[in-house]
């Protein structure tokens, strides 16, 4: 009976070349699909806490923050509140966003420009249909945040360290 070790080794010697093309293979599978993950974990797992800042005009909000949480580039964060007219007509409600600001791990502002428009990098819209409000009627609004999974902008915020981000939001009464 011939030994297991003897056979196998027996093998090799005459498979050296099958043997060495199997391990190459192994080796480049083994070295490009490492590469693949790394760069997917780095896009798909990135996140950064936010804050928004209520100002307004005309109108109480039932909150001055929002705090948005954790942030996935390529999704959706709804906020909901209540928005009361101090108006003493009937009024529409109007949105604007200013003010964003990037900050690093440091808590300092990030400078330099994005490298897509802003408006496609984050946006915030919001539920209200432009229905006249009444004077002091309170309407029920859900913000909604949404951060571009653009790579370029992923990349931005990766290569400035980002780590979190504020924003205004101002609600003003249009009469």
């Not at 030994?3 to 498979?15: A, C, K, V, Y």
């Not at 699909?33 to 909000?61: K, Q, W």
């Not at 915030?124 to 409000?133: F, P, Q, S």
């Amino acid at each position: 009976m011939k030994n297991p070790f003897n056979s196998f080794i027996e093998f090799l010697r005459h498979s050296k070349k099958t043997v060495l093309l199997i391990l190459i293979v192994a080796a480049i599978t083994i070295t490009f699909t490492t590469t693949i993950s790394m760069l997917l974990s780095r896009i798909d797992n990135y996140f950064f806490p936010s804050l928004g800042t209520i100002r307004t005009t005309g109108v109480n909000a039932s909150i001055q923050f929002i705090d948005w949480g954790t942030i996935y580039p390529g999704t959706l964060t709804n906020r909901s509140f209540y928005v009361q007219s101090r108006s003493n007509i009937e009024t529409t409600l109007n949105l604007t966003v200013a003010n964003w600001t990037f900050r690093d791990s440091e808590g300092n502002n990030v400078t330099g420009a994005l490298p897509i428009k802003p408006a496609d990098a984050m946006n915030v819209t919001w539920n209200y249909t432009g229905a006249l409000v009444s004077p002091g009627k309170k309407i029920y609004v859900t913000l909604t945040l949404w951060a571009s999974n653009d790579a370029r902008f992923i990349n931005y915020l990766i290569d400035k360290r980002v780590e979190e981000f504020s924003f205004d939001i101002h609600i003003y009464a249009k009469e």
